[in-house]
């Protein structure tokens, strides 16, 4: 009797773990054999990536960002590269949505940095005292509380709406210093704020993805190590000879951070 319920037990444990399995394959293949349709900002975009496509003029869509490179890898039915280097929300819901229908298989974004001022905080930081920079922040917060969720519900929406059988992988931002190391540029006291900031919008993000449904891939782990003044930054710090590549990742950012989000929930 003892044997009996234990080869049941054991039965019923691998046919979980294999329709789990399938599942997950099933997923994988949705995506594969669908269009994938990539959208979002600069991060998305691949801007501080390099390889930028010439024919996407100021989107800068980089070969080496997170989208492409899973393009590369999966060979999906079709791939729309719509991101774009200082999207917003609104940029997004105007002008990057034209490619998704029922055949879309995967949907990636990364937005709502830049509705939350992203090149304003990282500048009034750069240049000003400390208490500016933490003033600055605080206003992005209050943004990010009483604004971006409705902003980010229009965007997921929309999505939901024109791509109803799609996958949706919603990618955050990384923390951007290593902490409690000697590093030249900003004072502790703002490179705490910054990344304290980047765990703010993170959470908001993650919160509407849930909400709608949407996976939530969160790179700020794999950055971990990573982050400015580690020593092997996948993040660009202050660009004076291209500051548009200021504080975004690199292509080995793209590729060891992004990359992994993308295709462990796609």
Not at 78 to 101: E, K, M, P, Y
Not at 191 to 212: E, L, M, Q, V
């Amino acid at each position: 009797m003892r044997r009996s319920r234990i080869t049941a037990y054991v039965t019923s444990l691998l046919l979980a773990t294999g329709l789990a399995l399938t599942g997950a394959a099933a997923t994988e293949a949705q995506a594969a054999t669908g269009g994938y349709v990539a959208l979002g900002d600069s991060y998305a975009s691949g801007v501080g990536a390099g390889s930028y496509i010439s024919s996407s003029g100021s989107c800068d869509r980089s070969t080496n960002a997170y989208p492409y490179l899973w393009n590369a890898a999966h060979s999906p039915s079709s791939f729309s590269f719509l991101a774009c280097s200082g999207a917003t929300t609104d940029d997004v819901l105007s002008g990057q949505l034209g490619t998704l229908s029922s055949s879309t298989g995967l949907v990636s974004i990364t937005i709502g940095g830049n509705d939350a001022g992203f090149t304003d905080v990282m500048t009034t930081c750069v240049l000003g005292s400390d208490s500016t920079c933490l003033s600055r922040i605080s206003t992005a917060e209050a943004y990010v509380d009483s604004t971006l969720p409705g902003k980010l519900d229009n965007v997921y929406n929309a999505i939901s709406a024109k791509a109803p059988n799609a996958e949706v992988v919603v990618l955050g931002y990384p923390r951007f210093y290593l902490l409690g190391t000697t590093c030249l540029g900003l004072s502790s006291t703002k490179r705490t704020a910054i990344n304290a900031a980047a765990d703010y919008i993170d959470t908001a993000i993650a919160k509407r993805a849930a909400d709608h449904g949407f996976a939530f891939g969160d790179v700020r782990s794999a950055f971990s190590s990573h982050e400015i003044c580690s020593g092997s930054s996948w993040l660009h710090s202050l660009n004076l000879l291209d500051i548009t590549e200021s504080y975004h990742p690199t292509a080995a950012g793209q590729s060891g951070g992004y990359l992994p989000a993308l295709t462990s929930n796609a």
